[in-house]
């Protein structure tokens, strides 16, 4: 029997209302701008289920906030469990979407992230498991716009592009990276194509391509070039370790040595040539 700890059942997070002063989101003036540091949009996307989205959006944006650039973890997989309960803090008190229904207009970035639940140093955006509801798409854009101007590099943890919103379409077309997860399967090939067709008809003929091995039949990320006719920019190996890790509540492994930190490192180098 494995005797390894797992957590209980979560309770509902503490929640925020605007109503009793504790929304910093919403400034009484201006919100203010945070000059001098990178900020970009970096959307992840998969090829199909299960591709791995949400722990390589999480990693990354831990090693962009561990490289001093800044990241915010953006969960759009909406409606959805949340990617707090992916990262084992879906009992930190802190925003979610459904506290966010009035962020419109100038929405102060920096209050904001001073209101998210953290994983490790990472700000967390998440759907919240109880109360599934969709956001707004003038919300959504309006908020992510406010996280940019206020110094953050924001990244988007996408559902499959038949699940976009008109506010996730609006910030795929926009996004500086656009990151294609893709399984080494014949399945990943297909969904990547369909992906990769969707992608373009928004103004972005060539994502990031990342190869998620293993490789269980003959598809290697040689393979997924060929078939994609784009550049593998990183190719993260299978962790076993993942899925205990997850059900621990603890997130992905990201340090350096881990199949993910290895992965990100790849990517923040590829980030820095290209900005």
């Known amino acids: 029997m494995d005797d390894a700890p797992t957590r209980t059942l979560p309770r509902p997070a503490a929640v925020l209302s605007a109503d009793d002063g504790s929304a910093p989101w919403l400034p009484a003036g201006r919100a203010p701008r945070a000059p001098g540091r990178t900020r970009r949009t970096v959307a992840v996307v998969g090829a199909c289920g299960g591709a791995g989205v949400s722990t390589l959006a999480a990693a990354l944006a831990h090693g962009l906030r561990r490289s001093g650039e800044g990241g915010v973890l953006v969960d759009l997989d909406l409606p959805g469990p949340g990617a707090d309960v992916l990262l084992g803090i879906e009992d930190e008190p802190g925003a979610r979407w459904p506290e966010l229904v009035a962020a419109r207009g100038d929405v102060d970035g920096v209050g904001l992230v001073a209101a998210l639940p953290r994983w490790r140093s990472v700000p967390v955006l998440?759907?919240?498991?109880?109360?599934?509801?969709?956001?707004?798409?003038?919300?959504?854009?309006?908020?992510?716009?406010?996280?940019?101007?206020?110094?953050?590099?924001?990244?988007?943890?996408?559902?499959?592009?038949?699940?976009?919103?008109?506010?996730?379409?609006?910030?795929?077309?926009?996004?500086?990276?656009?990151?294609?997860?893709?399984?080494?399967?014949?399945?990943?090939?297909?969904?990547?194509?369909?992906?990769?067709?969707?992608?373009?008809?928004?103004?972005?003929?060539?994502?990031?391509?990342?190869?998620?091995?293993?490789?269980?039949?003959?598809?290697?990320?040689?393979?997924?070039?060929?078939?994609?006719?784009?550049?593998?920019?990183?190719?993260?190996?299978?962790?076993?370790?993942?899925?205990?890790?997850?059900?621990?509540?603890?997130?992905?492994?990201?340090?350096?040595?881990?199949?993910?930190?290895?992965?990100?490192?790849?990517?923040?180098?590829?980030?820095?040539?290209?900005?």
């Open 126 to 275: 998440s759907a919240a498991r109880l109360r599934p509801a969709r956001p707004d798409d003038a919300v959504v854009v309006d908020v992510c716009t406010g996280l940019l101007r206020g110094g953050e590099t924001v990244v988007l943890d996408l559902p499959r592009p038949g699940s976009w919103t008109a506010a996730a379409r609006m910030l795929v077309a926009a996004a500086d990276v656009v990151l294609l997860v893709t399984p080494c399967t014949a399945r990943g090939v297909a969904g990547a194509l369909a992906a990769r067709a969707d992608l373009a008809d928004l103004g972005v003929p060539e994502p990031w391509l990342v190869a998620r091995r293993p490789a269980p039949g003959r598809i290697d990320a040689g393979a997924l070039e060929d078939a994609l006719g784009l550049r593998v920019r990183a190719a993260p190996r299978w962790d076993p370790r993942l899925a205990a890790a997850v059900d621990r509540g603890d997130g992905p492994a990201v340090g350096r040595r881990s199949p993910l930190g290895r992965a990100v490192a790849t990517l923040l180098g590829a980030l820095a040539g290209a900005s």
